[in-house]
């Protein structure tokens, strides 16, 4: 059999732009690893509201990320020995996700827990700045976007009926969070220069997967 590469491959986007899904189907694809950074920026979110620190003490939310240990297994999020996998997907988590998201001290500290975990290859990162902060020398970057209309309907159907949250509702959450992800002064959400942009407004995760799928053929990978 060809020998196959081991590739980085990073996908950056907003929320609800088809990341998570995507990014499963292609690791799955290529039985390399996926990376959840999103989940890590929750996980400080959840660690700083369980320990009732303010948004604004950043030096409270500095001494938390010195001591947090975080770590993936057998995909569950594991934060100081709790496994919080399920406790990160809440609105106020999501909104505190992205305000800390924004701290320096918050942002290193993560920085290396993300470039640990990628430092073996065949992996596939998913989150805001992977392509431009976390692992400029990807072998392949995408950003994948999506209309705030559209995204907003896929966290419905996701979240929709067991949530507590209005379609209009889950859009304001998102244009808000957009604003802060996008106008932050380090590593906003913004595409690396040679990333391959996808607008999957109009288009199934399968179809994004196979045209990520004939860009990385490319590559050397046999598709
Ligand atoms: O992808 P997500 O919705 O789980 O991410 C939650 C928040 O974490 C997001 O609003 C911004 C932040 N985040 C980030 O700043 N950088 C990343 N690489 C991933 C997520």
Known sequence: MKHQPLLLITIDGPAGAGKTTVSKMLARKLRYEYLDTGALYRAVAWVVRKAEI???????????????????????????????????????????????????????????????????LGLVAEGRDIGTVVFPH?????????TVRQRARRRFAQYGKNGNQTLEEIEADILRRDKNDSSR???????????????????????????????????????
């Open 54 to 120: 303010a948004p604004e003490d950043h030096q409270g939310i500095g001494q938390i990320c010195e001591l947090l240990q975080l770590k993936f297994e057998a995909g569950r999020l594991v934060a100081n020995g709790k496994d919080i996998t399920d406790r990160i997907r809440s609105p106020e988590i999501t909104m505190m996700a992205s305000a800390v998201s924004a701290l320096p001290v918050v942002r290193k500290a993560l920085l290396d827990i993300q470039r640990k975990i990628g430092k073996d």
């Open 185 to 223: 002064d380090i590593a906003p959400l913004e595409p690396a220069d040679d990333a391959v942009l996808i607008d999957s407004t109009e288009m199934t995760p399968q179809k994004v997967v196979d045209f990520m799928m004939s860009t990385i053929s490319n590559l050397g990978i046999v598709c």
């Open 138 to 146: 990807a072998d392949q970057k995408f950003f994948l976007n999506a």
